[in-house]
């Protein structure tokens, strides 16, 4: 295989072959839906957007959104992990009140936590959260707390190059 041949994947979403490197990444489900048994999930729901899973009697809730990363030496790309967080119960209402309204992008963002593992050495369970809701059709945005020392979290603050991209496509399409 020559070295272009490396650069074609294929797209979760549309199931087409693309070349270049993908710049979104993500998981389909909150990792607690992945670990729950059957019944769990029977019981649960699970949508592109969000989710509702009950664990050992008490109900979770979760939300799909956009950690979004600039990639520094290509102005105006954006690499994003497309990641679940935990929300309270109020702040899922609240989001599901306000899906379809096009004034969702004026909600205040909602606390939650970070529910995939993603692919770096430290664990990026339960990294804290604010998420922003954007306009209908829109993910909402995912700001990782700026205060956790993490290396996901310093990424979303001062991006990554087109190395780390690469880096990061290879570790997940290997």
């Known amino acids: 295989m020559g070295g272009k041949d490396k650069l074609r994947w294929e797209c979760g979403t549309c199931g087409q072959q693309h070349r270049g490197l993908a710049t979104v990444f993500g998981a389909q489900a909150p990792d607690p ?37 600039p990639v520094v030496d290509a102005p105006g790309d954006v690499f994003s992990w497309s990641a679940w967080v935990s929300l309270s119960e109020e702040s899922i209402q609240k989001v599901a009140e306000h899906w379809d309204d096009p004034e969702r992008a004026s909600l205040a963002p909602v606390f939650g936590w970070l529910c995939n593992e ?57």
């Open 33 to 69: 839906w992945v670990h729950a048994t059957a019944t769990e999930r029977q019981a649960g729901e699970l949508t592109a957007d969000m989710c509702v899973l009950e664990i050992e009697g008490t109900w979770h809730y979760f939300l799909r959104g956009h950690i979004e990363i």
């Open 118 to 174: 993603l692919p770096y050495e430290q664990s990026t369970i339960s990294i804290p959260t604010h998420v922003h809701n954007r306009e209908p059709g829109v993910v909402p945005f995912i700001r990782l707390d700026p205060s956790v020392d993490h290396p996901l979290v310093r990424e979303q603050g001062t991006g990554i190059s087109l190395h780390r991209l690469a880096e990061i496509n290879n570790a997940v399409m290997g």
